[in-house]
């Protein structure tokens, strides 16, 4: 028989790799915001040319429904209503900006803890997560902004005799917070393959369950759409139809990654 261990010896050598994984955190932390601070301090300088980017949609549906070439006018009824709207562009482009770099470093904290077999497995995932999200905001500024623009434009009033002309003066701040709100929207929601696939890889979910299931998902899919998306119901539509065919993307992702019985024997 060995000599009894020391319970003091047993919290000292527990607590040694307990530290070391805080200060590898510690770093990691560090890094991953010194390039949100890189990325704030890129956007901040170039925010007016971000915005202006951003306002192209706008643009294109009012030379659309209006029909002529007048330059867009937006408007702010606070003094420092536009420099806020551009810290916080600067921000929102700055998570953008730096969502590599904290990808990576999440990754490199967890990746000791997996076999080689589950890090080859989870290597697709972190490939396909910010293409699905450039692919929502792409689906955004190309498709969502331009036709609900164009629609919030078409309620306009001309001034004819009898009637009060009625125009569209949008604010800088409301239009920024429309645009954030449906990137988010849709980036987060083009997650949805990746998040089922990673559960179907795990054996959770089964592509028969989803399947069986579509009923149920298509209303909790009316219900997030509500809840996630601007009060309009076009934004809201275009997101549930667009969640809805991810969702059937996923039961053909999920019957790729899912364990197969003969693995499950082995």
Same mark, same amino acid.
């Given at each position: ?7 003091? @010896? ?57 029909? #002529? #070439? $007048? ?8 003094? /420092? ?10 921000? +929102? ?15 490199? +904290? ?32 190309? &498709? ?37 709100? /449906? ?6 929601? +083009? ?16 592509? #028969? ?22 009060? @309009? ?18 039961? $053909? ?8 019985? &003969?693995?499950?024997?082995?």
């Amino acid at each position: 028989m060995g000599a009894p261990t020391d319970p003091e @010896d047993e919290v000292e050598a527990s607590r040694a790799p307990l530290m070391a994984h805080l200060e590898e955190l510690r770093s990691r932390l560090i890094v991953t915001l010194a390039a949100l601070a890189a990325g704030f301090a890129i956007c901040f300088f170039a925010a007016e040319a971000i915005y202006n980017f951003l306002l192209v949609p706008f643009e294109t549906a009012a030379r659309q429904v209006r029909g #002529d #070439d $007048l330059a867009l006018q937006l408007i702010f009824t606070a003094p /420092l209503e536009f420099f806020f709207v551009k810290l916080k562009l600067a921000l +929102f482009g700055a998570i953008v900006l730096a969502f590599p770099v904290l990808a990576y470093q999440v990754w490199a +904290f967890v990746r000791p803890g997996l076999y080689k077999n589950e890090r080859l497995a989870f290597a697709p995932f972190l490939v396909a997560a910010p293409i699905l999200f450039t692919a929502g905001m792409a689906f955004v500024y190309y &498709l969502i902004l331009p036709f609900v623009m164009g629609f919030a434009l078409g309620q306009e009033q001309a001034p004819v005799e009898g009637r009060a002309s009625i125009q569209l003066l949008t604010r800088v701040s409301e239009y920024l917070n429309l645009v954030t709100t /449906l990137i988010l929207a849709f980036g987060v929601s +083009f997650q949805l393959p990746v998040l089922l696939s990673l559960l179907g890889k795990a054996g959770l979910l089964t592509s #028969d369950t989803l399947i069986r299931s579509w009923k149920y998902a298509l209303v909790g899919i009316a219900i997030f759409a509500a809840f996630i998306t601007p009060p @309009d119901p076009i934004s809201q539509i275009f997101l549930g139809a667009a969640m809805f065919g991810l969702y059937g993307l996923s039961i $053909l992702a999920v019957k790729l990654v899912e364990p197969k019985p &003969l693995e499950d024997e082995a």
